[in-house]
């Protein structure tokens, strides 16, 4: 037993000796190169395994018709493959095995980056009665994997964080990430720049700018519509609404209610978005059970409806089977009474042959004794008549 543990204890770090474990990072529709290389030389063969478990190459031969692999070097120390154009369905762990003496296996963990587009910058103008305003600007960029990171440039030279909030799509890996932030006073030419950093920028940034000064300028000029309507009615001065495109900027004005919701600070909108996103998975959870027990109870239909037929199907058979054994019945009675029948039948027709034969009989009888009578009378006639003629 102690030798059976020791060996075990022994057998363990041997096997994390003959495994390896690499990773790779590649950015998505680059090439992914994987090299596996022994210092054995006889007698030693190479494999390759994709992620789902199939084999790519073994030594130079491959084993997937799929021309997504291809083989770069291979010799009796090093088997070297490439996948072009690397999607996200490449993503995972590929497996070299050594097979010699024992086997070794090297594990290397592909990971692909999904770079973020150029992002877009949009301003929401909030206004109250009291003449107060403020800006609620709000950086969007779609796509990318992991999320990326989203800070604003002031024009004083100042980099801050705004309220992050991530969308991921229906695949799970790719998310959708919007940055805002909340502009209460600013000077003339004032620049806000939006930067974006990911890991697949290699350093890089993505940089979009949105000019305030050109706010304020579009703002004076929206002021004027509102006095001239609170001149000719009565009503409450609603703020009119302004669009103002800028590369790749837009500017908007809302009323008062909208303003409640948007004057918090990032922090609270954040949570607010968290709430909104749990509101909505639980939401989808609810329609996902209602939705399996639709279909719970369509099944269950379904089955009463197969049980339904069996039963009506079994009843017919059973009405079939009575029917058929009736008449197996009645024939077998009939052919009974036929042969009864047929036997009376033939009881009388024998009877009837015999009286026939016995009155054949009794006539044939008749006619001979009256032949025979005739004759005898024809003879004493004649031994009558002849002594008369002698006379």
Excluded at 44 to 58: D, E, M
Excluded at 184 to 199: A, F, L, P
């Amino acid at each position: 037993m102690w030798w059976g543990i020791l060996s075990l204890l022994s057998w363990v770090p041997l096997q994390a000796a003959f495994l390896t474990l690499e990773t790779i990072t590649v950015e998505e529709g680059q090439t992914l190169t994987l090299k596996c290389s022994t210092s054995l030389t006889q007698n030693a063969s190479l494999q390759w395994l994709a992620p789902s478990g199939f084999t790519i190459f073994f030594n130079q031969h491959p084993a997937l018709k799929s021309s997504k692999y291809q083989l770069l070097h291979h010799s009796t120390t090093q088997l070297s493959i490439s996948v072009p154009n690397v999607t996200l369905q490449d993503e995972g762990m590929y497996k070299c095995l050594h097979y010699g003496s024992s086997v070794r296996t090297k594990q290397v963990r592909v990971i692909v980056l999904v770079t973020p587009f150029k992002p877009t910058v949009e301003a929401l103008v909030l206004r109250r009665q009291n003449g107060e305003k403020h800006v609620v600007l709000k950086c969007s960029t779609e796509r990318s994997k992991p999320p990326p990171q989203i800070t604003w440039l002031l024009g004083s030279g100042m980099e801050i964080y705004g309220g992050l909030h991530h969308e991921f799509e229906t695949d799970g890996k790719t998310s959708n990430t919007t940055s805002t932030l909340i502009v209460h006073s600013y000077g003339k030419n004032s620049t806000v720049h939006c930067i974006i950093r990911h890991r697949g920028l290699q350093g890089r940034k993505l940089v979009a700018p949105f000019r305030l000064e050109d706010l304020a300028a579009d703002q004076e000029t929206a002021s004027d519509a509102p006095e001239q309507s609170s001149l000719s009615s009565q009503a409450p001065q609603q703020p009119t609404s302004m669009v103002s495109m800028m590369g790749n900027s837009s500017i908007q004005e809302t009323d008062e209610e909208e303003e409640e919701h948007a004057t918090q600070d990032p922090d609270l909108a954040t949570e607010a978005s968290a709430q909104h996103i749990g509101l909505e998975k639980r939401k989808s959870g609810i329609l996902l059970l209602i939705l399996v027990s639709f279909l719970i109870f369509i099944l269950f239909i379904i089955v009463q409806l197969f049980i339904m037929k069996l039963r009506k199907a079994h009843m017919i058979w059973k009405k079939e089977s009575e029917i058929s054994e009736q008449t197996l019945e009645s024939y077998r009675s009939r052919s009974n009474n036929e042969e009864t029948s047929s036997q009376e039948n033939k009881s009388r027709t024998s009877q009837s042959k015999r009286c026939m034969s016995y009155i054949t009989r009794l006539y044939s009888g008749a006619r001979t004794k009256r032949k025979e009578k005739a004759q005898h009378w024809k003879l004493e006639g004649k031994n009558s008549r002849v002594p008369e003629s002698i006379v």
